[in-house]
């Protein structure tokens, strides 16, 4: 037999054995239960991470759709980091500045465009750095959020006493050949994370819908060590 054709159906094998383990993993999640149904006192103070750039076009309803959480809103703040946007998202997000909606620019902190280039890890460290809460989420300046999503996180994470906790990002549907192909995309990587979890084999996550103790991000040193080339 032609060598070419036994090796393309050795790794056809393994890739569909592949699938398969992500794919039972996938099917033996169970689905979350609304956790922090619990005195406001238990509930930690959470600060909100959110590293933007160039999203002028929805900050402001992913901002809102923050405020606009279940949880109380004495327990938690929003820390928005632009990250060397070239359009009006920072003015944008200006707007809703208060005690509670902190605004960070990180061409203050890292220098003009030319002098450092962008960089989300940065500006999530930055705002990390800033955060008065036990508790960061981070998520992303193009995402909606139900009322009880801030709810849910915290509760999981609460009832469970992980160190991080992440959940999946639902995408809107697709109007173009492009957008389809972005979406396939985005599913197939909230597969393998979901389904890799659960065989506790964990590979990636979703920065998007992500929480973690404060602490734990200080005690690994943050992103130290991630952007390094390594032989």
């Known amino acids: 037999?032609?060598?070419?054709?036994?090796?393309?159906?050795?790794?056809?094998?393994?890739?569909?054995?592949?699938?398969?383990?992500?794919?039972?993993?996938?099917?033996?999640?169970?689905?979350?239960?609304?956790?922090?149904?619990?005195?406001?006192?238990?509930?930690?103070?959470?600060?909100?991470?959110?590293?933007?750039?160039?999203?002028?076009?929805?900050?402001?309803?992913?901002?809102?759709?923050?405020?606009?959480?279940?949880?109380?809103?004495?327990?938690?703040?929003?820390?928005?980091?632009?990250?060397?946007?070239?359009?009006?998202?920072?003015?944008?997000?200006?707007e809703f500045e208060k005690p509670n909606v902190l605004i960070f620019d990180l061409q203050q902190y890292l220098g003009n465009p030319g002098e450092y280039t962008a960089n989300k890890k940065k500006a999530i460290s930055l705002g990390i750095k800033n955060a008065k809460g036990e508790v960061i989420i981070t998520t992303d300046g193009d995402c909606m959020r139900g009322e009880n999503w801030l709810c849910s996180m915290v509760g999981y994470y609460l009832a469970h006493s992980f160190k991080l906790v992440t959940g999946p990002v639902m995408v809107k549907p697709a109007r173009t050949p492009f957008a389809c192909f972005q979406q396939l995309d985005v599913i197939t990587l909230l597969g393998i994370t979901g389904g890799s979890i659960r065989n506790k084999a964990p590979l990636m996550c979703n920065g998007s819908n992500l929480l973690y103790a404060k602490q734990t991000f200080l005690d690994i040193e943050g992103f130290k060590g991630n952007n390094e080339c390594r032989p």
């Open 1 to 94: 037999m032609n060598p070419i054709l036994i090796a393309a159906i050795v790794f056809s094998v393994l890739y569909f054995l592949l699938i398969g383990y992500f794919l039972v993993g996938w099917l033996r999640l169970k689905s979350a239960k609304d956790d922090a149904q619990m005195p406001d006192e238990s509930l930690p103070f959470v600060s909100i991470v959110l590293p933007v750039r160039n999203e002028s076009e929805y900050i402001a309803e992913s901002i809102q759709s923050i405020l606009n959480q279940n949880y109380p809103q004495n327990l938690f703040e929003i820390i928005v980091v632009d990250d060397y946007s070239t359009d009006p998202t920072l003015r944008l997000a200006r």
